[in-house]
Structures are given as C-alpha cells and as structure tokens.
C-alpha cells in the first residue's frame, strides 16, 4: 500500500541542524504536494510546511521561517526537511504527509520520526 | 496558537452519538475545505472525512461531517471504545498561506 517512511531524527543540541528524509513508495509522488507536520509531546498537530508537486511553490508556518527549508528529489521519491538553527520548542514528532487535494486535506502519513533538541 | 478552536473533551455511551464542533474564521473555514483527522494513541493521524462531509475509502459512514459559515461539525454516530482517540479539524488559511489545524478534541467512552 502505499507508504510514507520518515528518517533522520535524533537528539542534537539548541542552534545546531538537522535533515529529514520522507521516502515515498507505491504512488506517483512526483504528482503530489507534500507536507511537514509536528507534535510537540503531549500536544496538539502543529502544519510545518508544504511543497507543491513540483517544487515551485513552498509555504511555511511562521515560527520556522528562515530556519527550515523543505525540499523534494522527485527522481528519487523523496522529500526532505532542513532544519538550522533548532530550538528546544522545536521537539517533536515529525510526520511527513501526503496532500490529497490543494491544500484542503492530507490524506496519508508517515510514522513520524522524533527530533528531541535539548541541551 | 491554533486559530481553529475545538471542545478540550466530549464523552458519550458505547452505540450513543457525539459531535464535535471546530470554530475558525473567513481566512480558514469560511472560505476553505475542511477536513478532520482520527489520532489513536501512539498512532499517527488518519484522515477521516475531507471537502467538509466526504469520506476517503474505508471510513464507515458512522462519522459524517458538516459546515456553516465559518464553523465545521464532525458526527459519530454508534460510538464504539475503539473510537477512543484525538480528533483534529484543519483548514487551509488563505492569510496566512498555512494549513491550520484545531485545537484537538478527545473522544472519551464511558
């Protein structure tokens, strides 16, 4: 069925970086936008970012603006989230998903990888 | 800050029925889909119902979902324990060029 697979989490100290990866199987991933969502532990989902199908188009939820930037390899599946200059409000989960129709939905996710920034 | 508000908790028997309100404003669901998520504990979210009141295949028609106006409604109907999780609507908002999700609503079995 068709899958997403998060990798790159960890453990790393305020102000350093982090990359995510998102590898996409069994659905044309290079006709989809995708997304970054988060939860803190014990919250609610906090929107990331998103990319559109194509990678022209890319928004950003305000607190991460200037520090994250997502990306997309669509030859290779797959899609990514630099994160720089992290901060301890940055723990969370990390889901990467699918977008289902512009913006109006998100219809499958990943199993979400933990990125914990403490020091 | 979520812009989306929801009810903290609702609570009902197992067969009964509960809804769940999700207020937002013009920028986000008065003027955008709205869809609503399922978050069992330690899972990942699960999209439930998408463009207001459609279901993605495999959700059983006992959850159902409305709009007016500015605010959405999400209906479960012959609520079952397994149905015990977080509920999450979300829209895009046209001002802030995000997706915006609420404030999460918990769906408790009595």
């Known amino acids: 069925q068709v899958q997403l697979v998060e990798s790159g989490g960890g453990v790393v100290q305020p102000g350093r970086s982090l990359r995510l990866s998102c590898a996409a199987s069994r659905f044309t991933f290079s006709s989809y936008a995708m997304h970054w969502v988060r939860q803190a532990p014990g919250k609610g989902l906090q929107w990331v970012a998103l990319m559109s199908y194509d990678g022209r188009i890319k928004h950003y939820t305000d607190s991460v603006k200037g520090r994250f930037t997502i990306s997309r390899d669509n030859s290779k599946n797959t899609l990514y989230l630099q994160m720089n200059s992290l901060r301890v409000e940055d723990t969370a989960v990390y889901y990467c998903a699918r977008d289902l129709i512009q913006w109006g939905a998100i219809d499958i996710w990943g199993q979400g990888t933990m990125v914990t920034v403490s020091s | 800050q979520s812009v989306l508000t929801q009810p903290p908790s609702v609570s009902a028997a197992p067969g009964q029925k509960v809804t769940i309100s999700c207020s937002g404003g013009?920028?986000?669901?008065?003027?955008?889909?709205v869809s609503w998520y399922q978050q069992l504990p330690g899972t990942a979210p699960k999209l439930l119902i998408y463009?207001?009141?459609k279901r993605p295949s495999g959700i059983p028609d006992r959850f159902s979902g409305s709009k007016s106006g500015a605010s959405a409604t999400l209906g479960i109907t012959g609520l079952q324990t397994g149905d015990e999780a977080d509920y999450y609507c979300g829209s895009w908002d046209t001002s802030l060029s995000a997706y915006v999700f609420g404030t999460g609503t918990e769906v408790t079995v009595l």
């Open positions: 013009s920028s986000n669901i008065g003027n955008n889909f």
């Open positions: 463009d207001n009141d």
